[in-house]
């Protein structure tokens, strides 16, 4: 059940907030619209916080990345199976997420956390294409 949870958390929140990058910089453009920078100094003080911000910023990026590829990896191999009754390719793996669609997981080393998930329409029997 706690996997399912952790499946259901990566479809609804971890994948749609890789497309919120592009969303943040319109908002934080926005903003700035219209602003006129003004002439600063930065104090040795200021320098070292904005280091120790940029390092923050880097290790919450590589926690980001290394979760979203242990809970790709974790949905792949424990929670998708490789046998479907409905029609998937046969190098990946799916999660049925009702009786009319499913989610088919392919390695992509291609992609950032080496998995690609697609949301299908199931094809099977019960279930056929309208072709």
């Not at 916080?49 to 880097?58: A, I, N, P, R, S």
């Not at 998937?88 to 956390?113: A, C, G, H, M, Q």
Request: include cysteine.
């Amino acid at each position: 059940m706690l996997a399912t949870g952790l499946f259901a958390h990566l479809v609804l929140y971890v994948l749609p907030e890789l497309g919120a990058e592009q969303s943040q910089q319109t908002i934080t453009s926005d903003i700035t619209a219209g602003l006129v920078p003004t002439a600063t100094t930065i104090s040795a003080e200021d320098a070292e916080l904005k280091g120790m911000t940029d390092e923050y910023l880097q290790t919450r990026y590589e926690y980001q990345a290394f979760v979203r590829q242990m809970i790709a990896l974790f949905a792949f191999e424990f929670e998708a199976d490789s046998k479907s009754r409905c029609q998937k390719d046969p190098d990946s793996r799916v999660v049925e997420l009702n009786d009319y669609e499913l989610i088919e997981i392919y390695r992509d080393k291609t992609l950032n956390d080496g998995f690609r998930f697609e949301v299908k329409k199931c094809i099977s029997p019960a279930f056929p294409s309208d072709s």
